[in-house]
């Protein structure tokens, strides 16, 4: 599976768009892009994923651009509990492995 | 609906028991996983289970054994523990098919002395 690459830390004010890159420029063509969080020491938490189109749910935008290599994780309007780490992952279809690497730690400020 | 559980929440060890690490899921999902996450890591792969009667292993075996007793269970073994086991246990569970979400549990905070 191919690795990501992620900022270690960002911030965002509350009631901001919370935009978190992730780059994936090995993708192969049949790896989707995955995005889960861990807020503070419980268990990550799937938000959304993706294989060639944006994709939109209640909790989040995926941006996947043209060539795959990269994509981008929106928060609409952050809150304070957005506040985690936030992992981006690409998983082979039918694959059973995850690979999670270290993440961005997202801290929403007052 | 419970989701995934862990038992125990914390144990410490000394160096060389053995404990066996218990998770179960009552969501019916084929596929079950067992992570480590050391402090300021992301999550590795200790083994998985594709299905019942299956293991395989994942990115960290080494040290560990694991049973998968029957489609709600997925046990890890620590046969002699050691001081780099150290670490946070996360069971998770997956369906085969669909968005592949994987529902994971508490955790479990392993300290070996």
């Known amino acids: 599976d191919a690795k990501t690459t992620q900022p270690p830390s960002m911030d965002c004010a509350e009631g901001r768009a919370a935009n978190l890159p992730c780059n994936h420029s090995?993708?192969?063509?049949?790896?989707?892009v995955y995005w889960y969080r861990q807020i503070h020491s419980q268990g990550p938490q799937y938000i959304i994923h993706?294989?060639?189109n944006n994709e939109t749910n209640e909790m989040a935008s995926l941006i996947i651009t043209e060539d795959r290599k990269s994509s981008t994780l929106i928060l609409p309007h952050a809150t304070l509990r957005d506040t985690a780490v936030y992992y981006c992952?690409?998983?082979?279809?039918?694959?059973?492995?995850?690979?999670f690497g270290t993440g961005t730690s997202l801290t929403v400020i007052p | 609906n419970a989701g995934v559980t862990q038992t125990p929440k914390f144990q410490v060890l000394k160096t060389g028991q053995s404990m066996t690490l218990q998770c179960a899921q009552d969501?019916?999902?084929?596929?079950m996983y067992w992570y480590r996450q050391d402090p300021g890591m992301g999550l590795r792969l200790i083994y998985y289970?594709?299905?019942?009667?299956?293991?395989d292993k994942g990115e960290v075996p080494n040290g560990y054994n694991v049973s998968r007793l029957n489609k709600r269970e997925f046990s890890l073994r620590l046969e002699s523990a050691a001081p780099s086991q150290t670490s946070v246990y996360f069971c998770?569970?997956?369906?085969?098919?669909?968005?592949?979400?994987?529902?994971f549990g508490p955790g479990t905070r392993l300290t070996v002395t």
């Open positions: 992952i690409v998983r082979v279809e039918n694959g059973n492995q995850f690979y």
């Open positions: 090995t993708i192969s063509g049949n790896e989707y």
């Open positions: 993706g294989l060639k």
């Open positions: 969501m019916n999902h084929n596929s």
């Open positions: 289970s594709a299905s019942e009667g299956t293991t």
């Open positions: 998770a569970a997956a369906s085969a098919g669909g968005p592949y979400e994987q529902y």
